[in-house]
């Protein structure tokens, strides 16, 4: 499975940014999950959002909950993060990852989009 997130950039306080992952090589089962995780300068991995792949139930990082929205677009294998009021501390380089959701496990990872947002 191969992961290609895009979307990055600089962007003020308080606007929006949309990242975009698209998913190619793989299958999805009714177990998948897609999600997004960011690591900021120094800081640690985390895990953002996630996206079950069949049902299209979501779940969020307490800082970002009403703020970002993940959705994903099935026919186009495609998984965004619609980020909204972006807080400096939103500053990272942010990674989306796949999965197996009864496993536990987060199996694939692409390669991250910087987001730097000024204040």
């Known amino acids: 499975v191969q992961l290609q997130a895009s979307g990055g950039g600089l962007v003020q306080a308080g606007n929006s940014l949309r990242l975009s992952c698209a998913v190619s090589?793989?299958?999805?089962?009714?177990?998948?999950?897609l999600g997004w995780f960011r690591q900021a300068a120094g800081g640690d991995y985390e895990f953002v959002a996630r996206i079950m792949w069949s049902s299209g139930n979501t779940y969020y990082k307490d800082s970002v909950k009403g703020r970002f929205t993940i959705s994903r677009d099935n026919a186009k294998n495609t998984v965004y993060l619609q980020m909204t009021n972006l807080k400096s501390e939103d500053t990272a380089v942010y990674f989306c990852?796949?999965?197996?959701?009864?496993?536990?496990?987060?199996?694939?990872r692409g390669q991250g989009t910087l987001v730097t947002v000024s204040s």
């Open positions: 090589g793989g299958t999805f089962s009714s177990n998948s999950q």
């Open positions: 990852g796949a999965g197996n959701a009864a496993l536990g496990t987060w199996d694939y």
